[in-house]
T-cell receptor
């Protein structure tokens, strides 16, 4: 049973560029949440997708956007990258939006130069 | 009010000892309190969770103690082992919301 998979695992971008991160949820899960984890900090909620719609959003600017596909996989897009966007981006899936147990992937490490 | 405050930031415990990590919150609407364990290079993994109608939950060597009136909860790791060395995050969720709010983390090191 495959868990949550994310790609790419590492990437380097320069300021002003755009990035797309991808996530496949755990088998049987239909809800995907994205978190940003800065070095030495706890994960910060970006947004959650369910039924191909953004259901809830954290305190992140509109430069952060996402998408969920009919197969429940998801993408996180970040435009106009800033140095402060350097972080580990974690995808988590769950059985439904209201279920508390999240299953995390290993993350995509983004470095913005 | 949406914060979960975690302490200590780092903790060193001898093998076989008890590791204790504390968290506090303000939002009384929180209804689910999980603890996550994260090893370097890995995503967080759910360790144990509790709801506020229960004062204690134990799973193996891991116990959550919950004090609703004080709005505090803690993780106790009994007989700590070197393999428990990791970063631990307390977290909380509002029932009507979907997002889980994480504490800042505790880096635990167990000395052999």
């Amino acid at each position: 049973d495959a868990g949550v998979t994310q790609s790419p695992t590492h990437l380097i971008k320069t300021r002003g560029q755009q990035v797309t991160l991808r996530c496949s949820p755990k088998s049987g899960h239909d809800t995907v949440s994205w978190y940003q984890q800065a070095l030495g900090q706890g994960p910060q909620f970006i947004f959650q997708y369910y039924e191909e719609e953004e259901r809830q959003r954290g305190n992140f600017p509109d430069r952060f956007s996402g998408h969920q596909f009919p197969n429940y996989s998801s993408e996180l897009n970040v435009n106009a990258l800033l140095l402060g966007d350097s972080a580990l981006y974690l995808c988590a899936s769950s059985l439904s939006p209201g279920v508390g147990e999240l299953f995390f992937g290993e993350g995509s490490r983004l470095t913005v130069l | 009010q949406q914060q979960v405050k975690q302490s200590p930031q780092s903790l060193i415990v001898q093998k076989g000892g008890i590791s204790i990590i504390n968290c506090a919150y303000e939002n009384t609407a929180f209804d689910y309190f999980p603890w996550y364990q994260q090893f370097p290079g890995k995503g967080p993994a759910l360790l144990i969770a509790i709801r506020p109608d229960v004062s204690e939950k134990k799973e193996g060597r891991f116990t959550i103690s919950f004090n609703k009136s004080a709005k505090q909860f803690s993780l106790h790791i009994m007989d700590s082992q070197p393999g428990d060395s990791a970063t631990y995050f307390c977290a909380a969720r509002v029932g009507s919301a979907s997002k889980i709010i994480f504490g800042s983390g505790t880096r635990l090191s167990i000395r052999p």
